[in-house]
Every structure is written in C-alpha cells, then in structure tokens.
C-alpha cells in the first residue's frame, strides 16, 4: 500500500501504551469505522530487507489464533545528520490487550488468572503453534508482550519474528 493511501484511508486515534508492546497506535478506518492497531518501526541497512519479509511472511498467514496483519507500508526518510533510515507502517487486526498489561493489572489487584481464562490462553497458543509450525515457520520467542487478548475470540499470538524453513517443508514432502 502506498504511504499517501495509507494515510488517507485512516484516521489516528491515539497511541496507547496499554497493550505493553511499546509504540501501537489504535487507529480506525474511514470507510468502515473499524479499529485496528498499528505500529511503527525505524530500521537501517540490512534490517529493510528482513522487516520486509517479516511482513510478507505476516501478510501471508492467516489464522484465528494468530493476530492477522491487514497490511504494511514503508517509506525511507533522512534525519538530521543525513542519515538514511525506512520507517515500517505495520497495520494488525485490534486488540483489547496484552497479556502482559492483563497479568500486570491482576498483579496489582493480587488476583490470578482465572483458569477457563488460563485455558483459553494455552489452547489459543497451542493452536497458533501447530498453525504456524503446519507451515513451516519458526515463530521465535513467545512473550506476553506478543499475546494479545483479542475480544471475545480470546487469545491471539503476535509472533513477533517469523522466518520459513525451507529445509524443513523439503523433508516432510
């Protein structure tokens, strides 16, 4: 999606730093009025090309456990001291939370998890998983930061680094 269509397609409603994954941004389409969460990211070098694939990657998977990318932009821009940098505009599906924010809040409370809860936690993991590992993917490390409480479908995994395996899908044909 081109950067000028990115910006007119939503409106920038606040950022939030509710869901513990640092930079999010809830925004909302103007067509349809849906929320999404957005994000940005800063990167030089040889850190363009790999974003990019994390997000083709992203772009590519598709499952209910799984906190789906609607789309990503890019753009390269200077600093001040002439310094080449791309800023990544990455555009998730909404979430209430993060699993951190909701264990941080019954912390404060000395409250636990509750276990239905609990459950819906882990066979929402477990099924992201076996999703991603179905095809192929390396997720990286799990981090409540990346699970997100997402309505009333529960959990939702946002891996936050995803690389194919081909060697792998090669021995399992």
Do not use: A
């Amino acid at each position: 999606m081109d950067y000028n269509l990115f910006r007119e397609q939503y409106d920038f409603i606040c950022l939030k730093g509710l869901k513990g994954e640092g930079e999010t941004w809830e925004i909302q389409d103007k067509k349809n009025f849906r929320l999404y969460d957005y994000v940005e990211v800063d990167l030089r070098d040889e850190m363009i090309d790999k974003h990019k694939k994390y997000c083709d990657h992203l772009m590519s998977l598709n499952h209910e456990k799984l906190l789906n990318m609607k789309s990503y932009t890019y753009l390269f821009k200077e600093d001040i001291l002439d310094d080449p940098y791309c800023k990544f505009y990455m555009v998730f599906e909404y979430s209430e939370s993060s699993l951190f924010r909701e264990l941080q809040t019954l912390s404060m409370k000395n409250q636990l998890l509750k276990p239905k809860m609990f459950l819906n936690l882990f066979t929402s993991l477990l099924s992201s998983i076996d999703y991603l590992h179905s095809m192929s993917v390396f997720h990286g490390n799990i981090q409540s930061n990346f699970v997100c409480l997402h309505d009333k479908q529960g959990f939702k995994l946002m891996p936050n680094y995803i690389k194919v395996i081909k060697e792998y899908k090669k021995k399992k044909s």
